[in-house]
């Protein structure tokens, strides 16, 4: 028989029980052997606690797929806390392995899952991990809690200029000396310069490095510098004071503030790179036209270096606003055509009712998996229907279904004309230097 080794632990259990991923691998090994079992793979997830949903654990979303594609015939485990602590995650992992044939043994406890009331035991047993992962949860907040009041780091990340250091057997967070002269010089040139490109750039030349723009620009705002954290004064040591921190937030805002009083960029965030995928960046060519262009072209490496004119963009709605409203519109229509009239709340009812009465041993398992089978179908057609793009306003569609309406649009103010392109548009494709598509909100 094929079987499947799934080991677990997070940091505090291991330190608390000694459930250690050695410990659980040689455990798990010798009892394959013992049974006969061929081991075809070991599915580690370290440092990950049981109540975390199923898709955070990436070593049992490894073994789910090869359960799918029937290279496993059993897994094997410790204990059930090692598998699931939640009850609801257990069913639905259940349901795939019992649609694939697959089983699963606990080598420290017994369970069988053929009675009525071994299935009932199963489900006090995961009901009370499910308690007592919640319970730990709470003592683990509130140890992290006084930590942070004690003044001591509770992760070993630190913003850039930290580090660190046990002092007299105590952590706290110090100033690194390896980056601490690069952190008070990017705080100096900002001070001096109110401009965070001429930042970046004075980093990068100075110290080798190949920062963004952005990243200087979020390591200026973050309040970390000033030493607090979660609302607590020194709780590391300052860069910058809060008056300074003030300062640097007051700059970016004055930016933004000019930009838009004095140009106002019709379809920002909303022009994307046809290389890279991401969204471009507004920009004025010869202090008069208004375009977009990839920001990544310049620090990360996007080959696509034109600038798209605002003002074809603009040239292009007014063509092809119709025609595509028109399909939209179509498209709308159906779904709502298709739309089903029965409330998925009914079927998550009838659901829940028949995992209780599959839990008290009333109906068999074959039974179960029928029913279940073709409950969860409805509801997963249901829901895939009721995703109905968030209308457009009504008022939006027939203004840009009028057949006057590029008159009607020259008529606006430039942040009106924003305002209803934002209101319909989510996104606008580009080809070569031209607009090609336009995307409605869905």
Same mark, same amino acid.
């Given at each position: 028989?094929r079987?499947?080794?799934?080991?677990?632990?997070?940091?505090?259990?291991?330190?608390?029980?000694?459930?250690?991923?050695?410990e659980?691998?040689?455990v798990?090994?010798?009892?394959a052997?013992?049974?006969?079992?061929?081991?075809?793979?070991?599915?580690?997830?370290?440092?990950i606690? *049981?109540s975390k949903?199923p898709?955070?654990?990436?070593?049992?979303?490894?073994?789910?797929?090869?359960v799918?594609?029937?290279?496993?015939?059993?897994?094997?485990?410790?204990k059930?806390?090692?598998?699931f602590?939640n009850?609801?995650?257990?069913?639905?992992?259940?349901?795939? +392995?019992?649609?694939?044939?697959?089983?699963?043994?606990?080598?420290?406890?017994?369970?069988?899952?053929?009675?009525?009331?071994?299935?009932?035991?199963?489900?006090?047993?995961?009901?009370?991990? %499910?308690?007592?992962a919640?319970?730990?949860s709470?003592?683990?907040?509130?140890?992290?809690?006084?930590? !942070?009041?004690?003044?001591?780091?509770?992760?070993g990340? #630190?913003?850039?200029?930290?580090?660190?250091?046990?002092t007299?057997?105590?952590?706290r967070?110090?100033?690194?000396?390896e980056?601490?002269a690069?952190?008070?010089?990017?705080?100096?040139?900002f001070?001096?310069?109110?401009?965070?490109?001429? !930042?970046?750039?004075?980093?990068?030349e100075?110290?080798?490095?190949?920062?963004?723009?952005?990243?200087? *620009?979020?390591?200026?705002?973050?309040?970390?510098?000033?030493?607090?954290?979660?609302?607590?004064?020194d709780?590391?040591?300052?860069?910058i004071?809060?008056?300074?921190?003030?300062?640097?937030?007051?700059?970016?805002g004055?930016?933004?503030r000019? *930009? #838009?009083?004095n140009?106002?960029?019709?379809?920002?965030?909303m022009?994307y790179?046809?290389?890279?995928?991401r !969204?471009?960046?507004?920009?004025?060519?010869?202090?008069?036209?208004?375009?977009?262009?990839?920001?990544y072209h310049y620090?990360?490496?996007?080959?696509?270096?034109?600038?798209?004119?605002? %003002?074809?963009? %603009?040239?292009y709605l007014?063509?092809?606003?119709?025609?595509?409203?028109?399909?939209?519109s179509l498209?709308?229509? *159906?779904?709502?055509?298709? @739309?089903?009239?029965a409330?998925? @709340?009914?079927?998550?009812?009838?659901?829940?009712?028949?995992?209780?009465?599959?839990?008290?041993?009333?109906?068999?398992?074959?039974?179960?998996?029928?029913?279940?089978s073709?409950?969860?179908?409805?509801?997963?057609?249901l829901?895939?229907?009721n995703?109905?793009?968030s209308?457009?306003p009504?008022?939006?569609?027939? +203004?840009l279904?009028?057949q006057?309406?590029?008159l009607?649009?020259?008529?606006?103010?430039?942040?009106?004309?924003?305002?209803?392109?934002?209101?319909?548009?989510?996104?606008?494709?580009?080809?070569?230097k031209?607009?090609?598509?336009?995307?409605f909100?869905?």
């Open positions: 028989m079987c499947a080794i799934y080991i677990r632990v997070s940091s505090a259990e291991q330190r608390r029980e000694g459930y250690s991923l050695p659980q691998r040689r798990l090994t010798e009892y052997e013992e049974k006969g079992y061929k081991v075809v793979d070991v599915y580690a997830d370290e440092g606690s *049981a949903k898709h955070l654990r990436h070593d049992f979303q490894r073994m789910m797929r090869d799918e594609s029937g290279r496993i015939d059993i897994i094997i485990f410790i059930l806390d090692r598998w602590r009850v609801g995650d257990y069913y639905r992992t259940q349901e795939i +392995l019992d649609r694939h044939g697959v089983k699963w043994e606990s080598v420290f406890e017994d369970y069988d899952t053929t009675t009525r009331t071994g299935r009932l035991n199963l489900n006090i047993k995961l009901t009370i991990a %499910e308690d007592e919640a319970n730990t709470e003592r683990v907040k509130f140890v992290l809690n006084a930590k !942070v009041r004690n003044k001591e780091p509770n992760t990340t #630190q913003p850039f200029g930290y580090k660190i250091e046990k007299d057997g105590v952590k967070i110090v100033k690194d000396p980056t601490q690069e952190t008070e010089d990017m705080f100096r040139m001070f001096a310069t109110k401009s965070s490109y001429i !930042v970046t750039n004075y980093i990068n100075t110290y080798g490095r190949t920062l963004a723009d952005t990243t200087i *620009a979020r390591r200026l705002k973050n309040i970390a510098y000033t030493g607090e954290y979660q609302g607590i004064p709780y590391r040591p300052a860069y004071t809060h008056e300074q921190h003030a300062e640097i937030l007051k700059a970016f004055m930016h933004t000019t *930009a #838009q009083k140009k106002v960029y019709l379809f920002a965030g022009v790179c046809p290389e890279c995928g !969204v471009m960046a507004s920009c004025t060519s010869n202090k008069k036209t208004l375009g977009y262009r990839c920001r620090h990360q490496g996007c080959s696509y270096k034109h600038m798209v004119k605002e %003002e074809d963009i %603009e040239a007014l063509d092809n606003i119709g025609k595509s409203l028109a399909c939209y498209r709308i229509a *159906a779904k709502s055509k298709n @739309k089903a009239a409330s998925p @709340k009914k079927y998550e009812k009838q659901l829940e009712r028949l995992n209780h009465v599959y839990i008290m041993g009333n109906i068999s398992k074959e039974e179960y998996q029928k029913q279940s073709k409950l969860k179908a409805k509801l997963a057609d829901k895939a229907e995703r109905q793009p209308s457009i009504k008022d939006v569609i027939q +203004l279904s009028d006057n309406f590029p009607l649009y020259n008529k606006l103010s430039r942040a009106e004309k924003k305002s209803l392109w934002r209101s319909s548009i989510d996104k606008i494709t580009v080809d070569g031209m607009p090609s598509a336009i995307h909100i869905e």
